[in-house]
């Protein structure tokens, strides 16, 4: 298996442009969530999704950020307008619940490294 | 809330040298909780479990206890190793699959 696959690895842009990070999650998982690392603020979870719908998006810090799942094997988290204050690791995780079960197991992809100058 | 603490970084210790990171948290009901690491990198991967009180979690030498009664889920390692130099982190699962994780505790191990 190859894992949740995250692109681009690293991304730099200006302020005020948009950003698209995009993710894979592992075939068969039932549950994508997207997390964002700082060093002030540790690991945050922005929004999750369960079967493509978006179950929690508590997180998002702003209507600058969305994400969407339009299918089972992608996801996407948007920033419009980025600001310097996005800049942070961007993670993407999926997992799967079986037998009505938590499987409480997260993979996380490698992460996007993002820069807003 | 439900929230973690896990004590502040970094720890060095030199090789073969016993760990010890101190997590503890705030729950309501009975949360189950995790140690994930996170080598440089990489994303985070998740290193033991306990889902009930007095659970043991163990994996690749670590391990950790569910104590209740003190509300911690300390890590331990007897005799650590340079490759496990990365960051540590505490979690804990407030229902469904949503993890609260703590701010990540740094270890540094030298020859």
């Known amino acids: 298996d190859a894992g949740v696959i995250q692109s681009p690895r690293h991304e730099v842009t200006e302020m005020g442009q948009e950003v698209t990070l995009r993710c894979k999650p592992i075939?068969?998982?039932?549950?994508l969530f997207w997390y964002r690392q700082t060093m002030m603020r540790g690991l945050e979870l922005l929004i999750y999704?369960?079967?493509?719908?978006?179950?929690?998006d508590s997180g998002m810090p702003e209507d600058r950020f969305s994400a969407k799942m339009p299918n089972a094997s992608f996801s996407t988290l948007k920033i419009q307008p980025s600001e310097p204050r996005d800049s942070a690791v961007y993670f993407c995780?999926?997992?799967?619940?079986?037998?009505?079960?938590?499987?409480?197991?997260?993979?996380f992809g490698s992460g996007t490294q993002l820069s807003v100058l | 809330g439900n929230s973690v603490t896990q004590m502040e970084g970094p720890v060095t210790l030199s090789e073969e040298a016993f760990l010890t990171i101190n997590c503890t948290y705030t729950?309501?009901?009975?949360?189950?909780l995790f140690w994930y690491v996170q080598y440089p990198g990489e994303g985070l991967q998740l290193l033991l479990k306990?889902?009930?009180?007095?659970d043991k979690g163990s994996n690749k030498g670590f391990e950790a206890t569910y104590r209740k009664e003190t509300t911690s889920f300390h890590l331990e390692k007897g005799s650590v190793q340079v490759s496990d130099s990365a960051v540590y982190f505490c979690?804990?699962?407030?229902?469904?699959?949503?993890?609260?994780f703590g701010t990540g505790t740094r270890l540094l191990v030298s020859p």
């Open positions: 995780a999926s997992s799967l619940m079986a037998g009505g079960k938590a499987n409480e197991k997260l993979f």
């Open positions: 075939s068969g998982h039932d549950y």
């Open positions: 999704f369960n079967n493509n719908v978006p179950i929690d």
């Open positions: 729950a309501t009901g009975y949360p189950s």
């Open positions: 306990a889902t009930k009180a007095d």
């Open positions: 979690a804990l699962n407030t229902g469904f699959q949503k993890l609260v």
